[in-house]
């Protein structure tokens, strides 16, 4: 199932993105990078997986983390998610949004800096 990226309070769609999908990003703070593998389905968005290059502000690593290479790899216990707000800031790095190999900045795709953005399973079929 795809996921739909828009501006939020908002309906408009502004990108679909054929699910499942990583989502990375630079720790604003620490300068780490993380990235999340999301997929997408009728109870919404299931986060699959995390790496993380660090620890820092608001990344908490399970006692069953998998140490690899720098970083950490895990399978979060997070039920399904209605919708992922990203804050979207120019005074942060942004994110990527990435699958089928290749990585895009989400602000450049979409048009959008300093609005936040959601991200939700996209209803029906294009």
Do not use: K
């Not at 408009?12 to 990375?24: E, H, I, K």
């Not at 399970?62 to 039920?79: E, H």
């Not at 300093?114 to 079929?125: M, S």
């Amino acid at each position: 199932m795809d996921i739909c990226i828009a501006i939020a309070l908002s309906s408009s769609v502004l990108l679909r993105v054929p699910g499942p999908l990583t989502l990375a990003w630079t720790h604003s703070v620490e300068h780490f990078a993380i990235e999340e593998d999301w997929s997408a389905g009728a109870d919404g968005l299931q986060l699959r997986e995390v790496r993380t290059e660090g620890l820092g502000a608001g990344v908490d690593i399970p006692a069953d983390a998998q140490r690899v290479g720098r970083g950490w790899r895990f399978r979060p216990a997070l039920p399904p998610q209605r919708q992922l707000v990203l804050a979207n800031s120019r005074f942060a790095p942004g994110y990527r949004v990435c699958g089928s190999g290749r990585g895009e900045g989400v602000a450049e795709r979409v048009g959008v800096r300093d609005r936040a953005l959601v991200l939700t399973a996209c209803p029906g079929e294009p």
